[in-house]
């Protein structure tokens, strides 16, 4: 769909992949990650990239039927960068040599100084004779491919740098896309300028390229959205809004686990300032019901994923003639799905989602945001004028409040946790810090202790305050508040919310713990 300049990357399995991306994202590039077992030549053809990049990856080059480039790629004639295991390959194919172990394993910080720093991609490196960069290699070069020169050493990396500059094919074998090495953004930027790419990915370009997309895909057939009130569902709703109006309708599920006065906040959102066909399903006593006395997380998980998909499809049942389902699907979702390593992993929480949606009612997907990284959809949805207020918020689990209620569920629980989550947010607010914590939310505990109020005993729920902060959310630091604010915090709450006379921090990392509780 995509008019730009197209920059391929071909993954061969690296952890750090998707960081390649970001970074000539940055550079307002246009790229796409495709495992390398999904490029052939033909793929090569049809995708018409105006510059490849081979990522590292796990294998040896070494071991016979490890992964490869595709052997129409060094007579395409467009620039090549092969970073770690993509350069022991470039090296390979073109009649280098690869030499496993030996001793010369590299993990973590090195230092690469010049031999020849008379190469485009390092201009404005080494401006101290070296420069640090992170490595991650036990294989090493041993031979460089006949045309090659070397640019760059380090301690155990003769080959750090090599280049053929006169067929534009670039070798390094450390990490230019990690935070580690400081000045790999700018190996980045020269790569791209040599290669003719001329930044014209941006916000502003993309959503006029997507709203033509949408009225292209859906022509005048009705879509239908199901809108949770975060983020990625708010900008895909807006988007298709802006593309095709009244044939939209979206429906809320209100499954009753939201917390104080959201479902109010998001209907008047959308219905006010959008002028949206928003069905407000306030199915709050279906779910509640039917979770009154489970306890064990995941079957909770399992209920209200259930739930929705049956509810949603009620409402969606309704609508006649829809035939698209829009979801909020994001590039890394599409790159975990299609990733050739993605190997079966061990399910910590079944995540809930619409993704189960789709297969059941027939219909077809709209997903405009299936190219944008998760700060490139807050990018949209300024763009798209949504309040800067909305688009900072922290995220909110689909099972909502029922994850953050250990134990069984009960409407005097979810009331004393909706007022106390206020009351802590609004702590934090107040004191400036709500945008320095990735997510910060109150659980009430499945115990009650006793206490002492004025001159009497209590006997109320316990409280847990969690706040962390995560770049991904897939590991997380728990925030470091002061002890005035923990105990002001802990004041405000025991004397604003009837119920509870006792509150914790959780103190607990992830790993071991996870964000939320259940
Ligand atoms: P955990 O608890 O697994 O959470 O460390 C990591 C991040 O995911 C969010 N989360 C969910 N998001 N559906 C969602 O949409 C879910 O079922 C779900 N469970 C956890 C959690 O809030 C944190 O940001």
Known sequence: MTQHDRLLIIDFGSQVTQLIARRLRELNVYCEIHPYNKVDDAFLKSFAPKAVILSGGPDSVTRAGSPRAPEALWSFGVPVLGICYGQQTMMQQLGGLVEHGHGTAEFGRAFVTPTNDNLSILD????????????????????????????????NAPFAVTADPARHFYAVQFHPEVHHTPKGAKLYENFVKLAGFSGDWTMDAYREQAIAAIRAQVGDKKVICALSGGVDSSVTAILIHEAIGDQLTCVFVDHGLLRLGEAEQVVAMFSDNYNLNLIHADESELFLSKLEGVSDPETKRKIIGGLFIDVFQKYANGIEGAEFLAQGTLYPDVIESVSFSGGPSVT??????????????????????????????RALGRELGLPASFIGRHPFPGPGLAI??????????????????????????????????????AAILPMKTVGVMGDGRTYDYALALRAVTSVDGMTADTYPF??????????????????????FYDITSKPPGTIELE
């Open 124 to 155: 404005g490196w080494f401006a101290d004779g070296r420069e640090q960069v992170w490595m991650s290699h036990g294989d090493h070069v041993s031979k460089i491919a006949p045309g090659f020169q070397v640019y760059g050493t380090s301690p």
């Open 348 to 377: 910590i929480k079944s995540h809930h989602n619409v993704g189960g949606l789709p297969a059941k009612m027939g219909l077809k997907l709209v997903e405009p945001l299936r190219e944008l990284f998760k700060d490139e959809v």
């Open 404 to 441: 953050r209620c250990p134990g069984e569920i009960t409407t005097e629980k979810l009331d004393i946790l909706r007022q106390a989550d206020a009351v802590y947010i609004d702590q934090i607010r107040k004191h400036g810090l709500y945008d320095e914590i990735w997510q910060a939310f």
């Open 482 to 503: 002061s002890h005035d604010f923990l105990g002001e915090t802990m004041t405000r709450i025991i004397n604003e919310v009837k119920g509870v006379n006792r509150v």
